[in-house]
């Protein structure tokens, strides 16, 4: 057969068996191959990817191939494998009334249709609902959540995301959520695991980690091409919802928002072949941090969505009531100067309840905002990683009395327009910045707590 020929071929045979079409770098590898070169550095260079994450594609399709033909197929084997096959007339018209779709470079996962006795879920699945939590802290009270909860069920239960970004400043009560979440759902996946990043763990650890959870460590490949293979390979097979907290710890520290420390980049690759590899399964983010990635892979890949958690606004009120501060009708203006960040107003309602007898309208008398011990301490974590611009940028807009448009940056921070335009767009990513629109303008102003934090550490 023709190289074209063979290529349909291989893809009416996939779909015939899967019920999805190689997608577009699937069938560069294959016609590479085929034509017996080496395909990784080619396909790299065109791409503008790494030559790892060519070969993990690759190694996914030979896996699809084994699959589909029953043998095991490789780039050596492949072509012969191809050409003995004869089946393509006896199966062109059933592939030509199942036809699916590829959509922008992404295999769009759609199910064969079954026959009515056929179940409806074929893969293997364990006997019984598998939890590993790890090291998640154990939540005592839950604020309520319900608009949040319900948007992130519909995004992984009725849309299928695979990857989701759970975004916000510290305190805002990110792990709270995602492991209320997981008992929300948890009955609708085969694995839920929970795992905390806070030591910065090598992709290379953190996979071998995740493994031992699905199968013995004498079966856990060395090579870490081979894991992320592996991984992706059980997110296929079992419906699983895996929960990777504090992301931040990933990236560097006096470089711009969401760069990965050196020695961490595969998390990028790993990121990214989790958006764009069909399987059944769900990642969740949690960080303080915005991953780089996320912007763009939530603009391309439906299966990826990016939620920023915000104020608790009413129900921080249960905060200051499990504290029994008095002066109720005073609780709505102490939300509103601390942000509704659940663990800011959990620091100020002891220093209340402490030193002012729980009176929060004597405590309101005090210039604010007073910045609790712990909450300084808490601040000092994301504060401790900023570039000297973003450090400037800060010290500018915590002396201004009112917001200020980028351009009177320009002319008032000792850095090039590059560089505070870089920082401005870094301190969104880290949360500590807010942008207003004021008569089609953009303004940037700090909150009351971040303005009192900088005053009184950097002025």
Known sequence: MELNEVLRFADEKVFSTTGKHLDDLQEAIL????????????????????????????????????DVFGEEVSKVNVRAILERAK???????????????VNNNLNVCQERARSPTEPQNPQQTPKQLH????????????????????????????????????LGISGIGKTTLSLSLIDRIKTQFDYVIYRSLRFSPTLDATLTNLLQIFSQPSEIPQ???????????????????????DVQMLFSSGQLAGQY??????????????????????????????????????????????????????????????QKLSDEETWSTLIDIYQGNPLWLEFTATLIQELFGGRVSEFLQCEMPILDEGLQSQLSQPFGRLTPAELALMVHL????????????????????????????????????????????????LNPVMKQYVKTHYS
Not at 131 to 141: R, V
Not at 236 to 245: A, F, H, N
């Open 131 to 166: 939890i590993d939590l790890g090291d998640a802290p154990e939540i005592f009270t839950f604020f309520d959540r319900t608009s949040e909860l319900s948007t992130l069920e519909n995004w992984i239960t009725q849309e299928h995301t695979r990857l989701i970004a759970l």
């Open 31 to 66: 016609k590479e191959v085929l034509q017996g070169r080496k395909y990784a550095t080619k396909i790299a260079q065109d791409r503008d990817c790494s030559e790892g994450y060519v070969r993990v594609a690759a190694s996914e399709l030979w896996k699809i191939l084994s």
């Open 223 to 245: 090579n870490i091409e081979t894991k992320i293979s592996q991984i992706l390979d059980y997110l296929r097979k079992y419906r699983c919802l895996i929960v990777l907290d």
């Open 261 to 322: 420390k050196t020695g961490y980049e595969d998390y990028q690759l790993f990121f990214k072949l989790i958006a764009e590899v069909c399987h059944q399964s769900c990642l969740i983010l949690n960080s303080w941090e915005k991953p780089r990635e996320i912007a763009r892979l939530s603009k391309e890949y439906h299966p990826v969505r990016c939620f920023v958690l915000g104020s608790l606004g009413e129900a921080a009120k249960e905060i200051l009531n499990s």
């Open 398 to 445: 915590a002396n201004q009395p009112e917001p200020v448009a980028m351009s009177e940056c320009f002319n008032k921070i000792p850095f090039s327009p590059s560089e505070i335009v870089n920082a401005v767009r870094a301190l969104g990513n880290r949360f500590l910045l807010e942008a207003i629109e004021k008569e089609k303008i953009t303004l940037f102003i």
């Open 87 to 101: 089946f393509y007339n006896s199966y062109s018209s059933a592939i030509a009334e199942n036809y699916g779709t």
